[in-house]
């Protein structure tokens, strides 16, 4: 035993003064940043990553570490060419993560993990190449150009702030059966060509802000979630606040489809001011749920009975 630990010893050594690989060396947890496929391809560790992603050049993103994190082992990386997708996935542990002032020729893709994590993107246009690369895309069930955010388990706060989503658009046909299927459809999404943030388990915060995302699903997921929509403008907006009891708000949207939908658990609240719809649909699948709002038009709306208290102001205009 005792040679063998002195061998490993003497070894060790060998490569540091021969300048030696650094893979005989004990590697300390770090954020790995590849390009792989053209895709920028981020994987944390199990422990706390605190990561900055932003666009340097016309296809160079920079990866950095705040505070303790390192990516590949050093404070900060300059990646370069990012033709397809950036996918992210910071694994367990309270992980922080800024993505900020870049276009993404593919989709982009944010898996937060297990933990308390606080997730923020802003000024960001998404889509719009017609490179998607990346099986985990595929299997994230989205189409070129778009984007998913999943706060995974814990108390997750997702804040989407300046955010245009470019890409396919689904026909009209498609819209009413992307609803339909939306309705019937699990927490995890509805559709292929959908953008989702999603907060799942746990007591979520989702803020989405400013934004052009043609399809969007926001689930909140089992947990007692504040999920808050202002100024945006979609072809169809569903919010599913899932399982607890949630606050909803939603103001300033301008949708053709907007859908609204409560979980079983009782005393869901949701408002709904300022939106414009051509369709909206809105459903309490608990007890007591209350709804409330000014200023809204939309063409054609319902208000599920199981909402307690409806103080819902509606403007229907005449064809
Ligand atoms: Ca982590
Ligand atoms: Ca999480
Ligand atoms: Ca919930």
Redesign the pocket.
Known sequence: MKTSHLFTKVVGVASILCGGSAAALPASPSVTAVISGGDLVITGTEGVDRIVVTQTGPDTWRVSGVGKTKVNGVASVDLDPVTGSIRIDLLGG??GLLIHDGTVPGGLCVR??????NAALTNLIIGGGSVLQGDSIATEGFSSGNLVL???????TLYVNNVQVLGIQPEATQVASVMDATTQGSESGGSSCASLIAG?D?KDQIIIQNFNIPNLEVTGGAGKDAISLQFGVSQWLCVKAGDDTDKVNVNGIFTNMLKVDVGSSAKDVVSVSGCVANCARFKDCGTKGTIDGAVNQFNNWSVDEAFYHNTLSVYSPQP
């Not at 706060?151 to 997750?156: K, S, T, Y």
């Open positions: 309270n992980d937060m993990g297990d933990g308390n994590d999943k706060g995974d388990a814990g108390n997750d799942c746990g």
